[in-house]
């Protein structure tokens, strides 16, 4: 380990919590249920918001973001209970417009409670919100949807102000990227504004199609119509939310990826097979096996040598870009060169430098290596990536700092294919968007321990 690492991780270790321990170069098997999505469960709390009846959603994945997300409830007056899967609250608590969480590191919820509480309140006031490290995360277009909808908003020191002086009233509004979180915004506030909203452009994730039914089935009026346009009639009151949290597609993916660049065999329950479409179409091209074992439940392994691929992120239905890191992991061990190319996030290869210290054979480029346009072409970010295979990974108790939350697992997948010892650490990141990991791998032969 060179100098400045061992500082850094040695600087780390002493303020970062949680760390796991794994013993990896074997083969992973056996069986695992993915959690509810993530990035669903957070989201259908906040629109449960915009009824006054009361909420019950179910199969809430017990993790970090969602106990996140409870505090900021409590911080509005609206006290919530988790038994086992099972969420209840009571909106009709909604009691003060001022999201206070004392967490230093929020989560990206806050902001998508300006239009829930523009219209329970009349005025909302958010803190402002960072998320993972991947790329600058802007929210301009979330904040001109806010003022297109007819609130006033403002940027202050801590947060986001927002008022409206009565209803908030439709509107019509392009997005300029189909961004899954502004597509949230607009949906929360054009279910109760006065009259018909056009929104273009949207983000389409499964997670959305979810939220979107989720809304319509409390009384929404919304209409997915073609090329990405949402027609969104305002009604004036929803009913109780009641939902079931669709199964983690990123987290389905991950396994998968553990399975076949460990040469092992992953039955992945707790998923809908159709959320991972086209994840299934290059997982195959590279080599991987996939059995689909029923509605909810998917095995996942080696069906051939693995060989290089020519990867592209994009939004929905592409590649998601969440499912990039296990799959550049996963990279590693196919013949030849693979060509990985970003095109939804700036700053999303961190983990690259790491993987180059377990001995991967990576390159990164600023050029776009792809076909699809890009908003990156020619603005100098590094997001394109070579990764050349089959390699032996080896750690010799590396110390690895997990540097986003969707890494996490990702970070999990290469400390399983790394001969030897590896510690990760900032296991809490992991534990935020995939809950008590070591517990919830019990019937995989993974060696994964949580470090004392
Ligand atoms: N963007 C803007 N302006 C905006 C909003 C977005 O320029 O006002 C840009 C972003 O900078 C980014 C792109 O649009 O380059 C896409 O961002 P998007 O808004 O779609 O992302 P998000 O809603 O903040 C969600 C997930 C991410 C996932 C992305 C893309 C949540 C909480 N997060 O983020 O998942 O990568 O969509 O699918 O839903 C995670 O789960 O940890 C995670 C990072």
């Known amino acids: 380990m060179g100098h400045s690492l061992a500082m850094r991780t040695a600087a780390h270790s002493q303020e970062a919590g949680q760390a796991y321990v794994m013993n990896g170069g074997r083969p992973v098997e056996g069986r695992v249920t993915a959690l509810g999505a993530k990035n669903l469960a957070t989201k259908a709390m906040v629109g449960a918001l915009l009824s006054e009846d009361p909420a019950i959603l179910t199969n809430i994945p017990a993790i970090g973001d969602i106990a996140m997300t409870r505090r900021m409830f409590d911080s509005i007056g609206v006290v919530t209970d988790l038994q086992g899967d099972r969420l209840t609250f009571d909106p009709s608590q909604l009691s003060s417009a001022k999201i206070a969480i004392p967490d230093s590191r929020a989560n990206r919820i806050p902001i998508l409670l300006l239009g829930v509480l523009l219209h329970r309140l009349g005025e909302a006031h958010v803190p402002l919100v960072s998320g993972c490290n991947i790329g600058p995360r802007p929210l301009d277009f979330h904040l001109e949807a806010v003022r297109l909808f007819g609130a006033s908003v403002e940027t202050t020191d801590d947060g986001y102000s927002a008022y409206t002086s009565g209803k908030l009233t439709a509107t019509h509004y392009e997005l300029p990227y189909p961004s899954v979180g502004a597509t949230e915004t607009c949906l929360f506030l054009a279910c109760l504004a006065e009259g018909t909203s056009v929104i273009r452009n949207v983000a389409t994730e499964p997670e959305i199609l979810a939220l979107i039914t989720m809304l319509n089935a409390m009384g929404a009026q919304i209409e997915l119509d073609a090329n990405r346009m949402l027609t969104i009639e305002g009604v004036d009151q929803l009913s109780g939310a009641h939902y079931a949290i669709l199964g983690?597609?990123?987290?389905?993916?991950?396994?998968?990826?553990?399975?076949?660049?460990?040469?092992g065999d992953i039955t992945v329950a707790g998923i809908q097979p159709t959320s991972l479409v086209n994840f299934f179409g290059p997982f195959n091209a590279v080599g991987g096996g996939i059995e689909v074992l029923g509605e909810s439940s998917v095995r996942f392994?080696?069906?051939?040598?693995?060989?290089?691929?020519?990867?592209?992120?994009?939004?929905?239905?592409?590649?998601a870009t969440d499912w990039q890191q296990p799959f550049g992991i996963m990279l590693t061990q196919a013949d030849g060169t693979s060509v990985v190319h970003e095109t939804v996030y700036e700053r999303r290869f961190g983990y690259l430098d790491?993987?180059?210290?377990?001995?991967?054979?990576?390159?990164?480029?600023?050029?776009?290596?792809?076909?699809?346009?890009?908003?990156?072409?020619?603005?100098?970010?590094?997001?394109?990536?070579?990764?050349?295979?089959?390699?032996?990974?080896?750690?010799?108790?590396l110390r690895l700092d997990v540097p986003d939350l969707r890494a996490g697992l990702a970070y999990v997948v290469a400390g399983a294919l790394a001969e030897g010892r590896t510690i990760l650490l900032n296991a809490d990141l992991i534990e935020r968007g995939y809950g008590n990991l070591p517990e919830r791998v019990a019937d995989l032969s993974l060696d994964l321990t949580e470090a004392t």
């Open 248 to 263: 983690d597609r990123i987290e389905a993916a991950s396994w998968a990826c553990l399975a076949a660049a460990t040469n």
């Open 301 to 319: 392994f080696r069906r051939k040598p693995l060989q290089r691929t020519m990867l592209e992120t994009d939004v929905y239905p592409g590649f």
């Open 354 to 397: 790491d993987l180059r210290r377990l001995g991967a054979k990576v390159q990164l480029e600023k050029k776009c290596l792809g076909s699809r346009p890009c908003r990156f072409f020619e603005r100098g970010h590094a997001h394109s990536a070579l990764i050349t295979g089959p390699t032996r990974l080896v750690s010799d108790n």
